[in-house]
């Protein structure tokens, strides 16, 4: 007899309490704000402080193209950053800023040592809040230190969008008692420190506990202290950072210019190229990881090629949009993004880092690119054919010792002649083993039994599922048999099992 979830387990129910948490401190902090800028300077201060907001998105978004996230995390993280987090923020704040007057004997330093010292401790812990809560409930979606990046950068910019509307409005207000009309002195200079000069401040010190759990989301399943202390440090870093860049103007006349020019743009300068080094490292493992798809007639041989190249991914969305329209253009899109995923997905169990689920995930992945074959195909086909190299590729004579092999220098012909390297990898080949490696993944249309040599990483006892693939397989008739092939690389030991499937008979006239 099945038992039903209880209410507030329910998906609606959790989704519905968190919009409600998120409207009720957006109307909260909206009010507390505008208490404390007036109307007018509220207006002022929303109008101003939106400005950068589009062009931090962008970048953030920009990063992401390689595996998209899914829409609800990103204004998930953008809400919390602006309602959750700011509401926290100014409560706390202030709280500990009247606190520390009345506690000490010397009142006036207490804005100074809650900027410098509560601040930074309160404001990086409710922003890290919603990095957390994605790495927690939202794992699936959060796979590496781009994930991390993305969902604090994000939930940064909320939180100062919010910051400076108060800051702006405040400032508009000053000029107001000064008897300046319009936009003067102490607001334009407010907006050109907040604004133009530093609108990647407080992502930047957020980004730094997202590193820290993109680097543990990274880690094994085993690896809990790991796991636990990374983003700690990352947090930590996010906390120093703030707390420096905070104290800035006690430093003396010129001591935020050279906070400003001395760690400031550096570190910022340092996190942008990490950022777009591993954006590159997960084309690369695009690449490195769908071969043995294709192999296995899951992917066309030309499509790890162009879904490892954002250039052919634009093109392939293009021409899928031109001559089938629009829909079929996010068609493309998906394709791309779950075949990323799958890459990813294969890239983690090869590595050991695997989760209990890794077997039904993958079949998930490879449903959905069967499901958008006929679109997706000739698209990226397209793409590849336009963005590949000129190389001449002689066809090598049959029979080739590990042509399905992916060992070193063995040539896999047709998705070579769309400018891949000669070979699929320079490692040890996926040979016939009988192990407790990574197998390899049954093709469309032929069942795959479990083996000895087919374990799933998470341990032995696993065994690979067959694979049922919706469409017709290949082919066995004259000239082919459906045998294991044997690779170059090594065979019984560590090495990784490769599926019984069809492949050319050396012999087609026997």
Same mark, same amino acid.
């Given at each position: 007899?099945?038992?039903?979830?209880?209410?507030?387990?329910?998906?609606?129910?959790?989704?519905?309490?968190?919009?409600?948490?998120?409207?009720?401190?957006?109307?909260?902090?909206?009010?507390?704000?505008?208490?404390?800028?007036?109307?007018?300077?509220?207006?002022?201060?929303?109008?101003?402080?939106?400005?950068?907001?589009?062009?931090?998105?962008?970048?953030?978004?920009?990063?992401?193209?390689?595996?998209?996230?899914?829409?609800?995390?990103?204004?998930?993280?953008?809400?919390?950053?602006?309602?959750?987090?700011?509401?926290?923020?100014?409560?706390?704040?202030?709280?500990?800023?009247?606190?520390?007057?009345?506690?000490?004997?010397?009142?006036?330093?207490?804005?100074?040592?809650?900027?410098?010292?509560?601040?930074?401790?309160?404001?990086?812990?409710?922003?890290?809040?919603?990095?957390?809560?994605?790495?927690?409930?939202?794992?699936?979606?959060?796979?590496?230190?781009?994930?991390?990046?993305?969902?604090?950068?994000?939930?940064?910019?909320?939180?100062?969008?919010?910051?400076?509307?108060?800051?702006?409005?405040?400032?508009?207000?000053?000029?107001?008692?000064?008897?300046?009309?319009?936009?003067?002195?102490?607001?334009?200079?407010?907006?050109?420190?907040?604004?133009?000069?530093?609108?990647?401040?407080?992502?930047?010190?957020?980004?730094?506990?997202?590193?820290?759990?993109?680097?543990?989301?990274?880690?094994?399943?085993?690896?809990?202290?790991?796991?636990?202390?990374?983003?700690?440090?990352?947090?930590?870093?996010?906390?120093?950072?703030?707390?420096?860049?905070?104290?800035?103007?006690?430093?003396?006349?010129?001591?935020?210019?050279?906070?400003?020019?001395?760690?400031?743009?550096?570190?910022?300068?340092?996190?942008?190229?990490?950022?777009?080094?591993?954006?590159?490292?997960?084309?690369?493992?695009?690449?490195?990881?769908?071969?043995?798809?294709?192999?296995?007639?899951?992917?066309?041989?030309?499509?790890?090629?162009?879904?490892?190249?954002?250039?052919?991914?634009?093109?392939?969305?293009?021409?899928?949009?031109?001559?089938?329209?629009?829909?079929?253009?996010?068609?493309?899109?998906?394709?791309?993004?779950?075949?990323?995923?799958?890459?990813?997905?294969?890239?983690?169990?090869?590595?050991?880092?695997?989760?209990?689920?890794?077997?039904?995930?993958?079949?998930?992945?490879?449903?959905?690119?069967?499901?958008?074959?006929?679109?997706?195909?000739?698209?990226?086909?397209?793409?590849?054919?336009?963005?590949?190299?000129?190389?001449?590729?002689?066809?090598?004579?049959?029979?080739?010792?590990?042509?399905?092999?992916?060992?070193?220098?063995?040539?896999?012909?047709?998705?070579?002649?769309?400018?891949?390297? +000669?070979?699929? /990898?320079? $490692?040890? @080949?996926? #040979? !016939? *083993?009988?192990? =407790? &490696?990574?197998?390899?993944?049954?093709? %469309?249309?032929?069942?795959?039994?479990?083996?000895?040599?087919?374990?799933?990483?998470?341990?032995?006892?696993?065994?690979?599922?067959?694979?049922?693939?919706?469409?017709?397989?290949?082919?066995?008739?004259?000239?082919?048999?459906?045998?294991?092939? +044997?690779?170059? /690389?090594? $065979?019984? @030991?560590? #090495? !990784? *099992?490769?599926? =019984? &499937?069809?492949?050319?008979?050396?012999? %087609?006239?026997?």
């Amino acid at each position: 007899m099945l038992r039903h979830a209880h209410w507030w387990q329910r998906r609606s129910v959790r989704y519905g309490a968190l919009i409600t948490l998120l409207a009720l401190s957006g109307l909260v902090i909206l009010a507390l704000v505008r208490e404390q800028t007036g109307t007018e300077g509220f207006l002022v201060g929303l109008g101003l402080a939106v400005l950068p907001v589009p062009l931090l998105v962008a970048a953030f978004r920009w990063l992401d193209r390689v595996e998209p996230g899914p829409w609800r995390n990103l204004v998930f993280a953008f809400a919390w950053g602006a309602c959750a987090a700011a509401l926290i923020a100014i409560i706390a704040n202030s709280f500990a800023t009247r606190w520390i007057a009345t506690a000490t004997a010397d009142p006036s330093g207490a804005d100074t040592l809650g900027a410098t010292v509560i601040a930074p401790v309160v404001e990086e812990s409710a922003k890290a809040a919603a990095v957390l809560l994605v790495f927690l409930f939202r794992r699936r979606d959060f796979t590496g230190i781009v994930d991390g990046v993305v969902i604090a950068g994000l939930t940064a910019t909320g939180f100062a969008f919010t910051e400076n509307i108060l800051y702006l409005g405040t400032a508009f207000g000053t000029d107001q008692l000064t008897g300046d009309t319009g936009i003067a002195s102490v607001t334009a200079a407010t907006f050109f420190v907040r604004v133009i000069m530093s609108p990647f401040a407080h992502p930047l010190f957020t980004v730094l506990t997202g590193i820290g759990f993109g680097v543990a989301a990274l880690s094994g399943n085993r690896q809990h202290l790991r796991r636990v202390l990374l983003p700690l440090c990352g947090l930590l870093l996010a906390m120093g950072m703030h707390a420096l860049w905070n104290g800035s103007s006690s430093f003396g006349e010129f001591g935020f210019f050279a906070v400003y020019a001395a760690f400031m743009v550096p570190a910022f300068g340092l996190l942008t190229w990490l950022a777009v080094w591993t954006r590159q490292r997960e084309l690369r493992t695009v690449r490195e990881e769908l071969p043995a798809y294709a192999a296995a007639g899951w992917l066309m041989p030309a499509e790890p090629y162009a879904l490892g190249s954002m250039r052919a991914r634009r093109l392939a969305r293009e021409y899928a949009g031109r001559h089938l329209g629009r829909p079929a253009a996010r068609e493309v899109a998906r394709y791309e993004a779950y075949a990323t995923s799958l890459a990813f997905l294969r890239h983690r169990g090869r590595r050991g880092r695997a989760d209990a689920d890794f077997v039904l995930r993958e079949r998930e992945l490879l449903n959905e690119l069967w499901r958008r074959q006929d679109i997706a195909r000739p698209a990226l086909d397209h793409a590849a054919r336009m963005t590949a190299p000129p190389v001449r590729v002689v066809a090598p004579p049959w029979p080739v010792q590990g042509v399905y092999g992916y060992g070193r220098g063995t040539v896999h012909g047709q998705a070579s002649a769309y400018g891949h390297a +000669p070979a699929y /990898g320079q $490692g040890p @080949g996926y #040979g !016939q *083993g009988h192990s =407790a &490696g990574f197998g390899h993944p049954a093709g %469309p249309g032929y069942a795959q039994p479990a083996a000895p040599g087919y374990v799933h990483p998470a341990g032995p006892g696993y065994g690979y599922p067959a694979a049922h693939g919706p469409g017709p397989g290949f082919e066995t008739g004259p000239g082919y048999e459906s045998r294991p092939v +044997p690779g170059p /690389g090594p $065979g019984p @030991g560590p #090495g !990784q *099992g490769f599926p =019984a &499937g069809p492949r050319p008979n050396p012999h %087609p006239h026997q």
